[in-house]
């Protein structure tokens, strides 16, 4: 058996260095634990970033993946399988959306309804391709050059210029500003319900019903980024629930596949039939084993009652990190919903996400300064009190 530092050192010899990985090789999971190639434990508060809903090694999950494996992975978008029909009502039914078009990954639901919206405008002004875009200031989107168009951090996108234009930018949570940006070529407004990358910051009530509001009176569609806040995570399957309002646009992915490489974006009746045939494709989007996966997914929401845990052991969570911050002088502050929760510190967060992990407890950041708890959706009581007291140990050192 080859040791953690073997294969780190092979990897490093063969993958372009995009990432800055944590030197461990994890090797197979069980529950909320994951183990490395030497055998450590390891409780997951990062979940694969927002992806592992129910952890690892879920008998009903690989089952339903196995079955699809013996029929048939992939046969392209020339055809129709029963799965993709599946998972797509599915989906349109879980977003209170009409149709839905399936992707590889969140980066491309988010081209996939930058594009759907620019065709809506296109069609509704007979041609016209003047149309601006409203995103966030300190947003995540994606990485992909239309992504990082409508992400509001300058870091991303530096070296990328040019990138696609008539993106205008806006402080999140600020209508006045918001409002102070739209003009007669205003086609989308798009942020996330729950900024992720950004450090966990929740949408506030009174900013997304009256974007809502202004999207319906000037005819701009609405997208909400749902893909790492989205599924549960929250505490109701997508977090714009809670505040009584609905996109015209929602990309989704993460967890909508729990591992298998699956996004999608989901349109309402304005605008889903504005694509027609040739406009968007995607030769592995939707393919039966991801869908297959995606349906396995809504049937143990519902089986292992998700979101109930998440609400319950959600809450205490926010109480376990409220606790932190009242307990020590560098956490300025912790906020977040459901199991999607942030730390802020006013010190780097780095050293301390890598302290972490030698004490068999994965978690990651969120910028510089903030550490995010995505866990799986499935975690008790007693794996947050193990959790926090790992973290204790860590933070006593600070």
């Known amino acids: 058996m080859k040791t953690n530092k073997e294969i780190m050192d092979l990897a490093e010899q063969a993958l372009i260095h995009t990432y800055n990985r944590f030197p461990v090789v994890l090797d197979h999971g069980k529950g909320v634990y994951l183990y490395d190639v030497e055998g450590k434990e390891y409780l997951d508060f990062a979940a694969?970033?927002?992806v592992n809903a129910f952890g690892y090694d879920v008998p009903e999950y690989k089952q339903a993946l196995k079955d699809q494996?013996?029929?048939?992975?992939h046969v392209s978008n020339l055809y129709y399988t029963e799965p993709l029909a599946k998972a797509a009502n599915k989906l349109a039914k879980a977003t209170g959306l009409r149709k839905v078009f399936f992707t590889n990954s969140g980066t491309e639901a988010i081209e996939g309804a930058i594009k759907l919206a620019r065709k809506y405008a296109w069609n509704r002004d007979n041609g016209s391709t003047d149309h601006e875009?409203?995103?966030?200031n300190n947003s995540f989107h994606g990485r992909s050059i239309g992504a990082l168009s409508v992400t509001g951090n300058p870091h991303y996108q530096e070296a990328f210029k040019p990138l696609i234009d008539k993106v205008v930018f806006a402080d999140f949570n600020n209508i006045e500003d918001v409002r102070s940006k739209i003009t007669d070529k205003t086609c989308a407004i798009i942020f996330e319900t729950i900024q992720g990358e950004g450090g966990i910051y929740p949408v506030?009530?009174?900013?997304?019903?009256?974007?809502?509001r202004i999207c319906d009176e000037k005819d701009i569609l609405l997208i909400l980024d749902e893909i790492q806040c989205g599924m549960g995570r929250s505490g109701k399957m997508f977090a714009y629930e809670h505040f009584g309002v609905k996109p015209d646009i929602v990309t989704v992915a993460k967890a909508l596949g729990c591992g298998v490489p699956i996004g999608a974006f989901v349109a309402g009746d304005k605008v889903c039939d504005s694509m027609t045939a040739g406009d968007h494709g995607s030769t592995y989007g939707g393919n039966p084993l991801a869908t297959a996966a995606a349906n396995a997914v809504f049937d143990l929401f519902e089986k292992k009652h998700i979101l109930e845990n998440v609400n319950e052991t959600g809450s205490y969570l926010g109480e376990v990190l409220d606790r932190f911050a009242a307990k020590y002088d560098f956490i300025t502050e912790a906020r977040g919903m459901g199991l999607i929760r942030g730390l802020e510190f006013s010190v780097p967060v780095g050293p301390i996400v890598?302290?972490?992990?030698?004490e068999g407890l994965l978690l990651i950041s969120a910028g510089t300064n903030v550490i995010r708890f995505v866990p799986p959706l499935v975690i008790t009581k007693e794996n947050?009190?193990?959790?926090?007291?790992k973290l204790d140990r860590v933070l006593s050192e600070v």
């Open 204 to 212: 506030e009530a009174d900013f997304i019903k009256e974007v809502r």
């Open 384 to 389: 947050v009190d193990e959790m926090a007291q």
């Open 354 to 358: 890598n302290r972490c992990i030698e």
């Open 133 to 136: 875009i409203i995103a966030m």
């Open 69 to 73: 494996i013996d029929k048939v992975i």
């Open 48 to 50: 694969g970033i927002a």
